[in-house]
Protein backbone atom coordinates (compact mmCIF):
# COMPACT_ATOMS: atom_id res chain seq x y z
CA UNK A 1 0.00 0.00 0.00
CA UNK A 2 1.77 3.57 -0.92
CA UNK A 3 0.90 6.65 1.61
CA UNK A 4 -1.69 8.93 0.72
CA UNK A 5 -0.67 12.11 -1.19
CA UNK A 6 -0.45 15.79 0.55
CA UNK A 7 1.01 18.63 0.07
CA UNK A 8 4.55 19.10 1.85
CA UNK A 9 3.14 22.51 2.62
CA UNK A 10 -0.08 24.86 3.07
CA UNK A 11 0.38 28.37 4.88
CA UNK A 12 -1.71 31.20 5.37
CA UNK A 13 -1.90 34.52 7.88
CA UNK A 14 -3.79 34.39 11.40
CA UNK A 15 -7.50 34.70 10.90
CA UNK A 16 -7.56 33.24 7.26
CA UNK A 17 -8.39 29.35 6.11
CA UNK A 18 -5.86 27.02 4.65
CA UNK A 19 -6.74 23.55 3.04
CA UNK A 20 -5.23 20.40 2.99
CA UNK A 21 -5.41 17.44 0.61
CA UNK A 22 -5.01 13.96 0.99
CA UNK A 23 -5.65 12.06 -2.15
CA UNK A 24 -5.57 8.13 -2.61
CA UNK A 25 -7.34 5.60 -4.31
CA UNK A 26 -10.71 3.36 -4.18
CA UNK A 27 -8.93 1.10 -2.13
CA UNK A 28 -8.31 3.46 0.45
CA UNK A 29 -10.01 7.15 0.44
CA UNK A 30 -12.73 6.19 -1.79
CA UNK A 31 -13.71 3.31 -0.33
CA UNK A 32 -14.21 3.96 3.13
CA UNK A 33 -15.61 7.00 5.04
CA UNK A 34 -12.55 6.55 7.68
CA UNK A 35 -10.63 9.08 6.98
CA UNK A 36 -8.51 10.66 9.95
CA UNK A 37 -6.60 13.88 10.30
CA UNK A 38 -3.70 14.17 13.37
CA UNK A 39 -2.25 17.28 14.21
CA UNK A 40 1.28 17.05 15.58
CA UNK A 41 3.57 19.64 17.23
CA UNK A 42 7.32 19.31 16.88
CA UNK A 43 8.48 16.64 19.33
CA UNK A 44 5.06 15.50 20.57
CA UNK A 45 2.52 12.78 19.59
CA UNK A 46 0.01 12.83 16.92
CA UNK A 47 -3.25 14.20 17.76
CA UNK A 48 -6.15 13.53 16.39
CA UNK A 49 -8.40 16.44 14.84
CA UNK A 50 -11.03 14.76 12.45
CA UNK A 51 -12.11 11.34 12.60
CA UNK A 52 -14.86 9.48 10.04
CA UNK A 53 -13.95 12.06 7.61
CA UNK A 54 -16.14 15.23 9.01
CA UNK A 55 -16.54 14.30 13.16
CA UNK A 56 -14.46 16.25 15.30
CA UNK A 57 -13.31 14.70 18.63
CA UNK A 58 -14.55 16.78 22.13
CA UNK A 59 -12.28 19.64 22.92
CA UNK A 60 -11.12 19.94 18.94
CA UNK A 61 -12.50 23.45 17.87
CA UNK A 62 -14.71 24.15 15.27
CA UNK A 63 -12.69 25.90 13.48
CA UNK A 64 -11.32 22.09 11.88
CA UNK A 65 -13.85 20.48 9.66
CA UNK A 66 -13.36 17.95 7.19
CA UNK A 67 -14.53 16.39 4.23
CA UNK A 68 -14.08 14.29 0.77
CA UNK A 69 -15.05 14.02 -2.63
CA UNK A 70 -13.85 10.72 -4.61
CA UNK A 71 -10.24 9.54 -3.85
CA UNK A 72 -9.79 12.95 -2.04
CA UNK A 73 -10.25 13.90 1.72
CA UNK A 74 -9.17 17.32 2.70
CA UNK A 75 -9.25 19.22 6.32
CA UNK A 76 -9.46 22.72 6.10
CA UNK A 77 -8.59 25.10 8.93
CA UNK A 78 -10.63 27.94 9.62
CA UNK A 79 -9.83 31.29 11.67
CA UNK A 80 -6.14 30.34 11.79
CA UNK A 81 -4.05 30.85 14.83
CA UNK A 82 -1.01 30.82 16.16
CA UNK A 83 -1.24 26.99 17.83
CA UNK A 84 -2.61 25.61 14.56
CA UNK A 85 1.26 25.69 13.15
CA UNK A 86 2.07 21.97 13.24
CA UNK A 87 2.33 18.90 10.95
CA UNK A 88 -0.66 17.70 9.48
CA UNK A 89 -1.07 13.88 8.39
CA UNK A 90 -4.62 12.00 6.93
CA UNK A 91 -5.04 8.76 7.70
CA UNK A 92 -7.29 6.15 6.13
CA UNK A 93 -8.40 3.12 6.60
CA UNK A 94 -7.14 0.51 3.71
CA UNK A 95 -8.76 -2.64 3.78
CA UNK A 96 -8.61 -5.63 5.26
CA UNK A 97 -7.38 -4.23 8.30
CA UNK A 98 -4.91 -2.14 6.92
CA UNK A 99 -4.58 1.68 7.40
CA UNK A 100 -2.47 4.01 5.55
CA UNK A 101 -1.03 7.38 6.45
CA UNK A 102 -0.34 10.75 4.37
CA UNK A 103 3.16 11.83 3.23
CA UNK A 104 2.01 14.85 6.14
CA UNK A 105 1.64 18.48 5.08
CA UNK A 106 3.33 21.31 7.27
CA UNK A 107 1.24 23.97 8.08
CA UNK A 108 3.26 27.48 9.06
CA UNK A 109 0.71 30.68 9.92
CA UNK A 110 3.01 33.89 9.03
CA UNK B 1 -8.63 8.57 30.34
CA UNK B 2 -6.32 5.61 28.99
CA UNK B 3 -2.33 6.07 29.38
CA UNK B 4 0.37 4.81 27.59
CA UNK B 5 3.82 4.48 27.88
CA UNK B 6 6.68 2.72 25.83
CA UNK B 7 9.70 1.20 27.12
CA UNK B 8 12.78 -1.17 25.83
CA UNK B 9 15.83 -0.35 24.41
CA UNK B 10 17.59 2.83 22.64
CA UNK B 11 19.87 1.26 20.98
CA UNK B 12 20.11 -1.96 18.34
CA UNK B 13 22.24 -3.51 16.49
CA UNK B 14 22.04 -3.99 12.56
CA UNK B 15 20.08 -7.69 12.15
CA UNK B 16 19.20 -8.03 15.94
CA UNK B 17 15.79 -7.39 16.76
CA UNK B 18 13.78 -4.15 18.22
CA UNK B 19 11.71 -5.05 21.30
CA UNK B 20 9.47 -2.76 22.79
CA UNK B 21 6.60 -2.89 25.55
CA UNK B 22 3.37 -0.65 25.72
CA UNK B 23 2.29 -0.29 29.22
CA UNK B 24 -1.51 0.73 29.61
CA UNK B 25 -3.30 2.08 32.57
CA UNK B 26 -6.72 3.29 32.61
CA UNK B 27 -8.69 0.66 31.35
CA UNK B 28 -7.81 -3.41 30.29
CA UNK B 29 -6.21 -4.25 27.11
CA UNK B 30 -8.59 -7.41 27.21
CA UNK B 31 -11.24 -5.35 27.39
CA UNK B 32 -12.17 -5.91 23.55
CA UNK B 33 -13.41 -2.12 23.36
CA UNK B 34 -10.24 -0.92 21.58
CA UNK B 35 -7.65 -0.90 19.29
CA UNK B 36 -3.88 -1.21 20.48
CA UNK B 37 -0.99 -1.01 17.92
CA UNK B 38 2.24 0.49 17.02
CA UNK B 39 3.14 3.35 14.86
CA UNK B 40 6.46 4.76 13.93
CA UNK B 41 8.48 8.36 12.41
CA UNK B 42 11.47 8.23 10.55
CA UNK B 43 13.33 11.43 12.25
CA UNK B 44 12.56 14.32 10.17
CA UNK B 45 9.34 11.30 8.07
CA UNK B 46 5.93 10.40 8.13
CA UNK B 47 4.04 8.41 10.01
CA UNK B 48 4.27 4.74 9.36
CA UNK B 49 1.40 2.33 10.52
CA UNK B 50 3.34 -1.03 11.81
CA UNK B 51 0.25 -2.98 13.02
CA UNK B 52 -2.23 -3.71 15.75
CA UNK B 53 -4.86 -5.51 17.34
CA UNK B 54 -8.47 -5.75 18.90
CA UNK B 55 -8.55 -8.04 21.65
CA UNK B 56 -11.06 -10.03 20.63
CA UNK B 57 -9.93 -10.40 17.41
CA UNK B 58 -6.84 -11.14 15.39
CA UNK B 59 -3.84 -9.17 14.95
CA UNK B 60 -3.46 -7.15 11.80
CA UNK B 61 0.12 -5.62 10.02
CA UNK B 62 1.80 -3.39 7.53
CA UNK B 63 2.13 -5.68 4.05
CA UNK B 64 5.51 -3.98 3.82
CA UNK B 65 6.42 -5.31 7.25
CA UNK B 66 4.83 -8.17 7.67
CA UNK B 67 7.15 -11.00 7.45
CA UNK B 68 9.21 -8.95 10.32
CA UNK B 69 6.48 -7.92 12.85
CA UNK B 70 5.15 -10.00 15.95
CA UNK B 71 2.47 -7.54 17.85
CA UNK B 72 1.15 -9.23 20.95
CA UNK B 73 -0.75 -8.97 24.16
CA UNK B 74 0.10 -9.74 28.05
CA UNK B 75 -3.08 -9.21 29.81
CA UNK B 76 -1.29 -10.40 33.41
CA UNK B 77 0.64 -7.19 32.78
CA UNK B 78 -2.04 -5.06 30.67
CA UNK B 79 0.63 -4.36 28.64
CA UNK B 80 1.24 -4.93 24.56
CA UNK B 81 4.57 -5.44 22.63
CA UNK B 82 6.00 -5.05 19.34
CA UNK B 83 9.01 -7.38 18.02
CA UNK B 84 10.77 -6.13 14.66
CA UNK B 85 13.22 -8.72 13.70
CA UNK B 86 16.24 -8.31 10.96
CA UNK B 87 16.21 -4.57 11.79
CA UNK B 88 18.59 -2.21 9.80
CA UNK B 89 19.33 1.83 10.05
CA UNK B 90 16.05 2.20 8.20
CA UNK B 91 14.36 0.82 11.11
CA UNK B 92 15.61 4.11 13.15
CA UNK B 93 12.73 6.01 13.98
CA UNK B 94 10.54 6.89 16.94
CA UNK B 95 8.21 4.44 17.82
CA UNK B 96 4.71 5.68 18.91
CA UNK B 97 2.13 2.61 20.85
CA UNK B 98 -1.27 3.62 20.39
CA UNK B 99 -5.06 2.85 20.98
CA UNK B 100 -8.73 4.02 19.56
CA UNK B 101 -11.43 3.00 17.65
CA UNK B 102 -11.61 3.97 13.81
CA UNK B 103 -9.58 6.34 14.55
CA UNK B 104 -5.94 6.58 17.25
CA UNK B 105 -7.25 8.84 19.99
CA UNK B 106 -4.79 7.88 22.88
CA UNK B 107 -1.06 7.72 21.88
CA UNK B 108 2.09 7.09 24.14
CA UNK B 109 4.65 10.02 24.13
CA UNK B 110 7.27 7.96 21.68
CA UNK B 111 10.27 6.29 21.71
CA UNK B 112 13.08 6.95 19.59
CA UNK B 113 14.78 3.62 19.07
CA UNK B 114 18.69 3.84 16.92
CA UNK B 115 19.41 0.90 14.76
CA UNK B 116 23.08 1.00 14.79
CA UNK B 117 26.53 -0.90 15.37
Known amino acids: QSALTQPPSASGSPGQSVTISCTGT?????????VSWYQQHPGKAPKVVIY???KRPSGVPDRFSGSKSGNTASLTVSGLQAEDEADYYCSSYAGSNNFVFGTGTKVTVL | QLQLQESGPRLVKPSETLSLTCSVSGDSISSGSYYWGWIRQPPGKGLEWIGGFYYSGSTYYNPSLKTRVTVSADTSKNQFSLKLSSVTAADTAVYFC?????????WGQGTLVIVSS
Open chain 2, 98 to 106: TSGWTHLVY
Open chain 1, 26 to 34: SSDVGGYNY
Open chain 1, 52 to 54: EVT
